[in-house]
C-alpha cells in the first residue's frame, strides 16, 4: 500500500512541477496512470515513491510519503529499490552494462544474490518478457525499443511489489508500446501495483484502475477508465490530454492541392557500412507538401533523412531540386534537421546569438522579423538550455530560417509532448509549410500524423512499399501503417 | 553457465588490468632509452592483439614508430633551443604514450560490471568505485554524441575535421563543448538516477553474473609484465649491459 499524506513539494530554484497538499492512497495490486500537462507535477509524484525526492533532488517536503507503513524518507536508496522498480523516459540512459545479459542481472547482482540464483533469474525473465532474442548482445546496438525492454527486464528481475514508469512510451514506436502494454498486462496479473506518469494514454486505457488527473501540482480529479473514455475530445483537449482512443484519431477528408513537384528523388539507394539500406527509392515532393516518414526501427529512416539533409556519404542515385541537380553539398546548403534531441545543435549562449552563429554577415532585420514570427522575441537573451523543449524546437527552426533553408527534416518532433505542445509543433510545421517549404517528419505519432501530414512513406525491408496520401479515403492502411487496431480489443 | 559466454579474445581480471597499468606507469618512467620505451609500446600491442583489438593496435603502433622515427632525425639533426623544445615535449609524450594506449585497451574491453565486483574485492570504498563506474559507463555514450554534434555542425556550415578547427579554432570547440557539456549533465544524472534505483548503494557485497577470478592468463600477463620492469630496472642500474 502507497499513501502520500497532506505531501507538498518544491524543487530548489524552481517555480513549476511541485506539488501541493495531496492525499492519495493505492492499494496492493492497482494499476494507476497519472496523467496531465507537462509540468503539472505527474512525475514528481513518482520520485516521491521511488525515494529520488528527497534523496537526489533537493526541495522542500511537507508530508508524508508511505510504503507498505514505512516512511520512505527514512529508508536508504537501496531498500527502496528492492521495493519499488523504476523504469524512465530515456532509454539510451537507463542501462549501465555495454551487454545485455549483465544488464538484466544489475539490479540482482546489486541486491548480492548468490551467482546460482543470478543466472536463473536472468533466464525466468528472459522466458516471462520473451526476450531471447535480445539475450548476450552489445546495448549500444539496440534500437531504442529494444533498450527499453531491457531497462524492463533488469527491474522485473528484481521482482519488486511496485512499478513504476515514468513516460515509458516517449521513445517508442507503436510495435514497442504493444509490447510494452503486453509485459504491463504479465505484471498486472501477477498483481504487482503499477504507477505511470504518461502523455500518451491510449495504450493503458484497458489497463488502469483510477487516472489521476493533475493540474498545477494539485489533484484535480480521479477517474475510472469509464468516466475517462466518455470525456468528450473538446473537454479532454482543454485538459491537455492526449487522444484515449486512437481509433477516434481521423486524417482530414481531403488534401490540399499540390502545385508542381520542386524536389525529386531518382533512384536513390543507400548504403552503410557495404550493407544496402534502401534501394531504388523515387518520389516527388512540391513547395509546401508535409511528408510523414514511418517504419520500423532499422527499416532506413535515419539513413534516408540523413542523405535528404547531405550528411551521408554513400548514396547513389539523384536528388533534383527545381529540375537541378544537387551533391551533397547543395543539399547542405538546401536543407537542415531539427534533431530529436535539440541539445546536440544549439551552440551559442543566447537566442540571438545562436540565430547569426556562424553566419559571417548576419542579417539583423532578418534575425529579429523570424524570432517574431516563431514568438521568440521574449526569450532572444536567454541561454538556449534555460528554454523548454518546445521553445528549443523552435529556436532550431528559427536558425534554418534564417540560414534560408528549404528542405526541413524533424526527428520525432512530438516524442514525450502533452496535447497543447503537440498543438503548437503541429501549428508551426503548418506555417512552415505556408512559408513553401519541404518538409519531411520522422514520427511514430498518429495523432500528429493526422493533424499535420499531407502524405506518409512507409519504409520496409529496404525499400519504400507505401507512399499514402492523409485522407480519410486511406484511412485502412494508415492505421495498418500506424497498428491501430479497430478497437475490437475492448 | 552465461558467465562462459565470452566470444572473442582474451579475458583479464579488473584486478590484473589495473596491476597492468601501474607497471606500466613505473616501465615509462624508469625505461632506459627509446628502444625500451618501443619494446613497452609493442608489448602493449601485443596485449591488444589478445584482446582482438586489431585495428586500434595497428593504428597505435605506426602512430608511435613515426613519433621515434621523428624524435631520432631531430636527435640527429637539430640543434640550439628549437632542439631543446622539441625533445622537452616528445620527452612528455614518450612518458605518457605507453600508459594512454594501454588505457585505451582496458577501457574498451572491461565491463562495468566486472569492474564494480572487481572494486568490491578489494574493498574499495563505494564512494570511489560508484563515481568511477558512470564515468567508464559514460565514454561510449560520448561517442554516440559525437556523431549527432558533427551532424550538427555541418548543417550549420561548421567543419568538424582538422582543417576546421585549424580555420575556426574557437567556434569548432564551442560547437564541441557546449554541446557536450549540456548533454552530459543530462546524461550523468539520468545514469545515476538510474544505478541509484536499482541499488547501487547497497553495503553488502556485490555478487556478478560473470564470475571474476584470476586464471592462468592473469598471472602470466602480470608474470611478463614484472619481468620487463625489473629488466629495464637492471639495465638502468648497470647490472646487464
Redesign the interface.
Known amino acids: 500500500m502507497i499513501e502520500l499524506e497532506n505531501v507538498s513539494f518544491s524543487y530548489d530554484g524552481q517555480e513549476h512541477d511541485g506539488l501541493h497538499d495531496i492525499n492519495l492512497k493505492i492499494v496492493d495490486g492497482e494499476c494507476v496512470l497519472f496523467c496531465g500537462r507537462s509540468g503539472c507535477g505527474k512525475t514528481t509524484i513518482t520520485r516521491l515513491v521511488n525515494g529520488l525526492i528527497p534523496q537526489f533532488y533537493q526541495g522542500e517536503l511537507h508530508g508524508r510519503v508511505l510504503v507498505d507503513g514505512q516512511e520512505i524518507s527514512n529508508l536508504p536508496m537501496y531498500q527502496i529499490a528492492a521495493k519499488v522498480g523504476s523504469v524512465f523516459q530515456n532509454p539510451r540512459t537507463q542501462f549501465f552494462n555495454v551487454d545485455t545479459d549483465s544488464e538484466i542481472a544489475f539490479g540482482i547482482e546489486n541486491e548480492a544474490r548468490p551467482p546460482q540464483e543470478l543466472a536463473e533469474r536472468v533466464e525466468q525473465t528472459t522466458e516471462d518478457l520473451h526476450i531471447q532474442k535480445l539475450r548476450s548482445r552489445n546495448i549500444f546496438e539496440l534500437s531504442g525499443g529494444e533498450k527499453q525492454k531491457i531497462a524492463f527486464a533488469s527491474v522485473y528481475a528484481m521482482n519488486p511489489e511496485i512499478y513504476l514508469l515514468d513516460e515509458p512510451s516517449s521513445n517508442l514506436d507503436m510495435t514497442s508500446i504493444q509490447e510494452l502494454k503486453e509485459h504491463l498486462r504479465l505484471i498486472k496479473s501477477q498483481g504487482k501495483t503499477i504507477l505511470i506518469a504518461e502523455h500518451r494514454l491510449y495504450y493503458l486505457m484497458e489497463l488502469a484502475d483510477r487516472i489521476v488527473y493533475l493540474e498545477k501540482g494539485q489533484i484535480k480529479k480521479i477517474y475510472t477508465p469509464e468516466e475517462f473514455r466518455k470525456l468528450p475530445e473538446v473537454e479532454r483537449e482543454h485538459m491537455g490530454l492526449r487522444a484515449v482512443d486512437l481509433t477516434e484519431v481521423l486524417p482530414p477528408q481531403k488534401c490540399l492541392p499540390v502545385s508542381a513537384p520542386i524536389l525529386e528523388l531518382q533512384d536513390i539507394t543507400l548504403h552503410y557500412k557495404k550493407r544496402t539500406i534502401l534501394h531504388h527509392i523515387a518520389l516527388s515532393a512540391a513547395k509546401g507538401e508535409v511528408i510523414g516518414v514511418v517504419g520500423h526501427n532499422g527499416a532506413g529512416k535515419t539513413t534516408f533523412s540523413r542523405a535528404l539533409c547531405g550528411l551521408h556519404k554513400d548514396c547513389d542515385g539523384q536528388f533534383l531540386w527545381d529540375g537541378r541537380p544537387m551533391d551533397r553539398k547543395a543539399r547542405l546548403k538546401q536543407s537542415y534537421m531539427v534533431m530529436q534531441d535539440v541539445n546536440y545543435e544549439l551552440f551559442a549562449d543566447s537566442v540571438e546569438a545562436e540565430c547569426s552563429f556562424g553566419i559571417r554577415n548576419p542579417n539583423q532585420k532578418l534575425v529579429t522579423e523570424t524570432l517574431e514570427e516563431l514568438g521568440l522575441v521574449a526569450y532572444r537573451e536567454r541561454h538556449p538550455n534555460t528554454l523548454s523543449g518546445g521553445q528549443k524546437q523552435r529556436v532550431a527552426v528559427a536558425v534554418s530560417m534564417i540560414c534560408g533553408k528549404n528542405l526541413l527534416v524533424f526527428d520525432e518532433p512530438t516524442s514525450g509532448l502533452d496535447f497543447d505542445s503537440m498543438a503548437q509543433v503541429a501549428g508551426l510545421i503548418r506555417r512552415l509549410s505556408d512559408m513553401g517549404k519541404v518538409i519531411f517528419i520522422v514520427t511514430h505519432d498518429f495523432e500528429f500524423v493526422c493533424r499535420t501530414c499531407s502524405r506518409v512513406l512507409h519504409f520496409d525491408e529496404g525499400e519504400m512499399p507505401d507512399d499514402v496520401p492523409v485522407v480519410m479515403d486511406a484511412l485502412p492502411k494508415l492505421r495498418e501503417l500506424f497498428s491501430v487496431s479497430d478497437g475490437k480489443e475492448r | 553457465?552465461?558467465?562462459e559466454?565470452r566470444k572473442k579474445g582474451l579475458w583479464l581480471d579488473p584486478r590484473t588490468k589495473l596491476f597492468l597499468i601501474l607497471i606500466c606507469v613505473l616501465a615509462s618512467m624508469f625505461a632506459p632509452s627509446l628502444a625500451y620505451q618501443f619494446a613497452l609500446v609493442v608489448l602493449i600491442a601485443i596485449l591488444g592483439t589478445f584482446f582482438g583489438k586489431w585495428k586500434y593496435v595497428i593504428k597505435a603502433v605506426c602512430f608511435y614508430a613515426v613519433i621515434c622515427v621523428l624524435t631520432v632525425w631531430i636527435m640527429a639533426e637539430m640543434t640550439g633551443t628549437l632542439r631543446t623544445m622539441f625533445i622537452a615535449f616528445l620527452g612528455l609524450f614518450h612518458k605518457v604514450y605507453a600508459c594512454g594506449m594501454l588505457a585505451g585497451i582496458v577501457l574498451s574491453t572491461t565491463?562495468?560490471?566486472e569492474f564494480?565486483?572487481a572494486m568490491n574485492r578489494v574493498h574499495a570504498p563505494k564512494k570511489l568505485v560508484i563515481p568511477l563506474?558512470v564515468m567508464l559507463?559514460y565514454i561510449?555514450?560520448i561517442q554516440?554524441?559525437w556523431r549527432?554534434?558533427k551532424?550538427?555542425m555541418?548543417?550549420?556550415?561548421?567543419s568538424p575535421s582538422l582543417g576546421g578547427f585549424l580555420s575556426h579554432p574557437g567556434?569548432t570547440v564551442?560547437?564541441i563543448y557546449?554541446?557536450l557539456m549540456?548533454?552530459a549533465s543530462?546524461?550523468a544524472d539520468?545514469?545515476?538516477?538510474?544505478?541509484?534505483?536499482?541499488?547501487?548503494?547497497?553495503?553488502?557485497?556485490?555478487?556478478?553474473?560473470?564470475?571474476i577470478k584470476c586464471g592462468i592468463a592473469d598471472w602470466m600477463i602480470m608474470t611478463v609484465a614484472v619481468a620487463f620492469l625489473i629488466f629495464e630496472l637492471c639495465v638502468r642500474g648497470g647490472v646487464i649491459g
Open positions: 553457465m552465461s558467465g559466454r565491463k562495468v560490471n564494480l565486483s563506474a559507463r561510449p555514450t554516440e554524441d549527432y554534434i551532424d550538427a555541418r548543417m550549420r556550415d561548421v567556434m564551442e560547437c557546449v554541446p549540456m548533454t543530462k546524461a539520468e545514469l545515476s538516477i538510474a544505478s541509484v534505483t536499482r541499488g547501487i548503494e547497497n553495503p553488502n557485497p556485490r555478487t556478478c553474473l560473470v564470475q
